[in-house]
Antibody, heavy 121, light 107 residues
Framework: QLQLQESGPGLVKPSETLSLTCIVSGGPISSNNYYWGWIRQPPGKGLEWIGSIYYSGSTYYNPSLKSRVTISVDTSKNQFSLRLSSVTAADTAMYYC?????????????WGQGTLVTVSS | DIQMTQSPSSLSASVRDRVTITCRASQNIGGFLNWYQQKPGKAPNLLIYAASNLQSGVPSRFSGSGSGTDFTLTISSLQPEDFATYYCQQSYSTPYTFGQGTKLEIK
C-alpha cells in the first residue's frame, strides 16, 4: 500500500522560506505515469494546487505561486520536497503531498495526512 | 485559470436521503472532472474520476455524471459516514483547480 508522509517545521517566520519533504513508501517514486504534487488548504478554506514534479525532475507550478515555489525530487531517498520563499500569513495552511496519476485523467489518488504550517513571528 | 463553482455550499440531509451536488466549470473541460471527499482533520479521498468512474473501494451509492461544463455527484442513500465536505477538481489543464467545497451535514 502506497503511503506518503509530510515532514517539516510547523512554524515559519514571515519572509522566510517554508521547506517540507514528502517521503514515499510502498512503491517507487520513479514510476511512469505518476507525478508527485503539493496541495495546500488554509484553515477552514478550500484546496489549492501548488505544483507537481515527475521523477525525472520535470516540474509545473501554479502560476499564482510560481515565483516563490521550488519542487525537487530525490529518487535515491524516494522523496520529494517543497520550498516556498518569502512567506506571509496568507501561506498558513495544511500542506498535503499527493500522487498525481497522469495516465489518463489527472487525479490525486494517494495523499499524505498533511502537515500544518503556521507563518508567524 | 478554470474556475470551478459548486452548489450548494452547504447541505443538510438525513440518513437514507438521496443527495446531489453540482459542479460547474467556467469553460468546457470535457470529462476531466474528479470528486473528492474530505472528513474533518483528514486528507481528501478520491471518489470519482473522469466524471463518472468510481475509484476502487468506493461504495456504489456514489455516482458521478456530466460533461463539458456541468457535473453532478450523487449519493443514492446517505450513510452516517458520508457526512463530510465534497470537492470537485478539474484536470483539463493546469493549474488544476478545485471547487470551493460542499459541506454535507446531518439534518
Amino acid at each position: 500500500q502506497l503511503q506518503l508522509q509530510e515532514s517539516g517545521p510547523g512554524l515559519v517566520k514571515p519572509s522566510e522560506t517554508l521547506s517540507l519533504t514528502c517521503i514515499v513508501s510502498g512503491g517507487p517514486i520513479s514510476s511512469n505515469n505518476y507525478y508527485w504534487g503539493w496541495i495546500r488548504q488554509p484553515p477552514g478554506k478550500g484546496l489549492e494546487w501548488i505544483g507537481s514534479i515527475y521523477y525525472s525532475g520535470s516540474t509545473y507550478y501554479n502560476p499564482s505561486l510560481k515565483s516563490r515555489v521550488t519542487i525537487s525530487v530525490d529518487t535515491s531517498k524516494n522523496q520529494f520536497s517543497l520550498r516556498l520563499s518569502s512567506v506571509t500569513a496568507a501561506d498558513t495552511a495544511m500542506y498535503y503531498c499527493a500522487r498525481l496519476d497522469y495516465g489518463g485523467n489527472s487525479v490525486f489518488d494517494y495523499w499524505g495526512q498533511g502537515t500544518l504550517v503556521t507563518v508567524s513571528s | 485559470d478554470i474556475q470551478m463553482t459548486q452548489s450548494p455550499s452547504s447541505l443538510s440531509a438525513s440518513v437514507r436521503d438521496r443527495v446531489t451536488i453540482t459542479c460547474r466549470a467556467s469553460q468546457n473541460i470535457g470529462g476531466f472532472l474528479n470528486w473528492y471527499q474530505q472528513k474533518p482533520g483528514k486528507a481528501p479521498n478520491l471518489l470519482i474520476y473522469a466524471a463518472s468512474n468510481l475509484q476502487s473501494g468506493v461504495p456504489s451509492r456514489f455516482s458521478g455524471s456530466g460533461s463539458g461544463t456541468d457535473f453532478t455527484l450523487t449519493i443514492s442513500s446517505l450513510q452516517p459516514e458520508d457526512f463530510a465536505t465534497y470537492y470537485c477538481q478539474q484536470s483539463y489543464s493546469t493549474p488544476y483547480t478545485f471547487g470551493q467545497g460542499t459541506k454535507l451535514e446531518i439534518k
